[in-house]
Nanobody, 122 residues
Framework: QVQLVESGGGLVQAGASLRLSCAASGRTFSSYAMGWFRQAPGKERDFVSAITWSGGHTYYGSSVKGRFTISRDNAKNTVYLQMNSLKPEDTAVYYC???????????????WGQGTQVTVSS
């Protein structure tokens, strides 16, 4: 089992950058694909980005591609989401997730963090 704790959210102005971190417990972190999802009030949880267990392949949602970068450090049991050129529409609670496959859907992940709020003002 894996426990996930996100950090790094906050309130920023449009155009700013933030880096989210997701720290995982357990010795099998490197076995899991990791994903980031986000959920705005009244909306569904949307795919943001994912990375394979090795870090060799990364995937992005169309709305963040070119602005966000996912990475992982298996030695530190941590996955990151670097978010640049933030827009007000990026405002949401961001969740990290761990799963056995690198999926684009929330149901493909088995473990979830509690989320961290990102608010981008215009």
């Amino acid at each position: 089992q894996v426990q996930l704790v996100e950090s790094g959210g906050g309130l920023v102005q449009a155009g700013a950058s933030l880096r989210l971190s997701c720290a995982a417990s357990g010795r099998t972190f490197s076995s899991y694909a990791m994903g980031w999802f986000r959920q705005a009030p009244g909306k569904e949880r949307d795919f943001v980005s994912a990375i394979t267990w090795s870090g060799g392949h990364t995937y992005y949602g169309s709305s963040v591609k070119g602005r966000f970068t996912i990475s992982r450090d298996n030695a530190k049991n941590t996955v990151y989401l670097q978010m640049n050129s933030l827009k007000p529409e990026d405002t949401a609670v961001y969740y990290c997730a761990a799963g056995y496959t690198t999926g684009f859907n929330s149901y493909e992940y088995d473990y979830w963090g509690q989320g961290t709020q990102v608010t981008v003002s215009s």
